[in-house]
């Protein structure tokens, strides 16, 4: 019993530190947004308890917000399968170089990079001087350019995730499907795509929830312009806080756009028990 006590004593002081972490960072700010969500909660002044009105607000008198969430869906519908493919087709074709761990490497830079800083070079790229018209000050191509450097940016970590996952793919599955004969488009559909399931699906997910979160290259490339054909979710939110210092109104932004990625990562898990293979 003693022995018992002191290992309970024990694993209480070790969890300690980590459920206080819990707490302070995670859980009372979580809370706090809830309880902010129903105020007209000025960064400076009086708080006032205003029930749904924020969420009224967004939804109905908001001139920004019903724009900024179709340009977000909008980017998320061109950057994800652009992301996903480009990925996808550049793991293949690396995989039977002999230069494999070179080609991660180069394609992975991006990645790892300041987004500020590949934002503020590509910026410069679009706005060459002479050049017309300017993409950026365009409103028909200027969320096509922020497509363009987003996928740029971001898809060298879906490469490392696909390049891993066809590496291990089965040498004994991949020979039986030549005995077969399935070669070509076949072996690819039917075999190697089924088999890399699980890293398309876990590369799925993570390229959705970062899409919808999309912040820093809108906002250098743009600043959310021309007019508010390139505003998104979050800037629609930085600017409901920072600079109209309403951070009850952001933080209704905020509940919003979580609802949001909850709902499309819940219909993802829903969906991929239909095409997502795990070894048994």
């Not at 006590?5 to 995670?26: D, H, Y």
């Not at 001087?129 to 497509?147: F, H, I, Q, W, Y």
């Not at 600017?239 to 933080?251: E, M, N, T, W």
């Amino acid at each position: 019993m003693r022995l018992r006590r002191a290992e309970q004593w024990s694993a209480l002081g070790f969890a300690t530190p980590s459920v206080l972490g819990l707490g302070l960072f995670t859980l009372f700010p979580v809370g706090m947004a809830v309880v902010m969500s129903f105020f007209q909660w000025p960064m400076l002044g009086t708080q006032e308890f205003i029930g749904l009105d924020n969420f009224r607000y967004l939804f109905g008198e908001d001139p920004n917000f019903l724009a900024a969430l179709r340009n977000t869906f909008v980017f998320t519908g061109l950057y994800v399968p652009l992301n996903l493919v480009l990925a996808l087709g550049l793991a293949f074709w690396i995989s039977h170089s002999r230069w494999q761990n070179l080609w991660r490497v180069l394609f992975f830079i991006p990645a790892i990079t300041p987004m500020v800083a590949n934002a503020v070079i590509w910026k410069l790229l679009f706005q060459q001087v002479g050049r017309e018209p300017n993409l950026l000050a365009d409103g028909r191509t200027a969320l096509l350019s922020v497509v363009a450097m987003s996928v740029w940016q971001g898809f060298g970590y879906n490469l490392i995730v696909f390049s891993a996952a066809i590496n291990e793919m089965p040498k004994a599955v991949l020979e039986a499907a030549a005995i077969d004969g399935a070669t070509g488009l076949r072996r690819l559909l039917r075999v190697q795509l089924p088999l890399i399931s699980p890293a398309l699906f876990f590369a799925t997910i993570m390229t959705v929830i970062s899409a919808l979160q999309v912040f820093t290259q809108p906002y250098i490339l743009t600043a959310g312009g021309p007019g508010n054909a390139t505003e998104t979710l979050v800037m629609d939110i930085y600017q409901a806080g920072f600079q109209a210092r309403d951070l009850g109104l952001a933080v209704a932004g905020a509940w919003v756009l979580f609802a949001i990625i909850l709902l499309v990562t819940a219909v993802q898990f829903l969906g991929q028990k239909r095409w997502v293979h795990y070894e048994s």
